[in-house]
C-alpha cells in the first residue's frame, strides 16, 4: 500500500515543501495543537450540531459528491475566530503557497474554508483532483492550488480517513485511475494535516464505523487573480472581517491582487481603493 511521509510542524517548513512538491502530499503531525483543536470544536459545536446531512439533497451535484451522511459547515472563518485566526494563516501554508503558487500570481488566497463531518455508513468518496472545479484552464499547467485536510478529530482507516495517490500530481494521462496499492490512507490524530497540491488525486474515505463522525477542516488556497471555490467575501461578510486580523483579511481575499507581469492586472478594488484600506478606516 502506498504511505503518504510523515513530518511534524516543527521540521523545517522548506522540507515540508519539498515533499509536497516531490510526492504531491505530505503529512504535517502537530500542525495545530490539542488547545487549538479543542477551542475549534467548541466553536463550532453549535452550527454542527444543527448542520443537516440531507440538506445536500438542495444540489444533486452536492450529494453525488459528498453523499447524504456527510455533515457540512462552510465559510468556517465567519464561525470560528480560532480557525480563521490560527489555521487560514498557519505559517506552513504561507510555505507552501509561497512556493507553489506565487511564482504565477502577486498574491493567493482563500480558495474555501470547510468542515467536512463525514457520517457513519458514509461511502468513499470519487477520485478526484481539486483542480477540476476550474474546468477552462487547460492541460499542462501550472500548480494553482494547495489543498489540505486537517484533523478536528482522529482521522483512522474505518473512520473516512482521506485517501490520497502520492504522484498522481505527475501522472500525463488524466483520466488514469489508482490502483489499489497506489493509494494511501491519511490516518492522522486530532491536529495533524495533510497538505495536499489541486492537482493531487485524492477522496474522502468510507466511514464503516457504527457511530463515529469525522470531522476534517477542508482548506484550500489559490492564486489571487483565480475565482475561487467558495464566494468568501459573502461567506465572511464586512461585519465580521473587520473584527479579524488584518491578514486574515487579505488571506479572505479583501485585499487587492496588484498587477504582476502576466498574471494578473490591479484586481478587486472597490471605488478604486483597497477594500482592505476602506475595512480599515470604517468606510466599508
Ligand atoms: O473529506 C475528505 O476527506 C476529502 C474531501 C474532499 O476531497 C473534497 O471536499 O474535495
Ligand atoms: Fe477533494
Not at 490512507?185 to 486530532?190: G, I, L, R, Y
Amino acid at each position: 500500500m502506498a504511505t503518504i511521509e510523515e513530518l511534524s510542524a516543527r521540521d523545517e517548513p522548506a522540507k515540508i515543501v519539498e515533499i509536497l512538491d516531490r510526492d504531491g502530499a505530505v503529512m504535517v503531525h502537530g500542525f495545530i495543537n490539542d488547545n487549538t483543536v479543542e477551542a475549534i470544536n467548541a466553536e463550532i459545536d453549535a452550527d454542527m450540531q444543527a448542520a443537516d446531512p440531507t440538506i445536500e439533497h438542495i444540489n444533486p451535484m452536492i450529494t453525488a459528491f459528498f453523499g447524504d451522511r456527510t455533515k457540512h459547515l462552510s465559510s468556517v472563518a465567519a464561525i470560528s475566530r480560532t480557525f480563521a485566526t490560527e489555521v487560514l494563516v498557519h505559517p506552513i501554508y504561507r510555505a507552501a503557497c509561497d512556493v507553489m503558487l506565487l511564482p504565477n500570481c502577486a498574491n493567493y488566497h482563500l480558495n474555501l474554508a470547510h468542515v467536512i463531518n463525514r457520517g457513519p455508513g458514509s461511502d468513499a468518496q470519487m477520485f478526484h483532483r481539486d483542480e477540476d472545479v476550474w474546468i477552462h484552464m487547460p492541460h499542462p499547467r501550472p500548480e494553482m492550488q494547495v489543498a489540505s485536510m486537517l484533523a478536528l478529530v482522529d482521522f483512522t482507516e474505518d473512520r473516512s480517513a482521506t485517501m490520497i495517490v502520492p504522484g498522481s500530481h505527475r501522472w500525463a494521462d488524466r483520466a488514469r485511475q489508482p490502483t489499489p496499492d497506489e493509494i494511501a490512507h491519511a490516518v492522522m490524530p486530532a491536529g495533524s494535516a495533510v497538505l495536499y497540491l489541486g492537482s493531487t488525486i485524492h477522496a474522502g474515505g468510507a466511514n464503516t464505523t457504527a457511530d463515529v463522525w469525522r470531522r476534517g477542516g477542508h482548506v484550500s488556497f489559490c492564486w489571487g487573480w483565480l475565482r475561487t471555490e467558495e464566494n468568501n467575501y459573502l461567506g465572511t461578510p464586512p461585519e465580521i472581517a473587520r473584527t479579524l486580523p488584518r491578514e486574515v483579511q487579505e488571506i479572505l481575499g479583501y485585499g487587492v491582487h496588484d498587477a504582476i507581469a502576466d498574471a494578473g492586472g490591479y484586481l478587486g478594488v472597490v471605488r478604486q481603493e483597497d477594500p482592505i484600506d476602506l475595512l480599515a478606516d470604517g468606510r466599508l
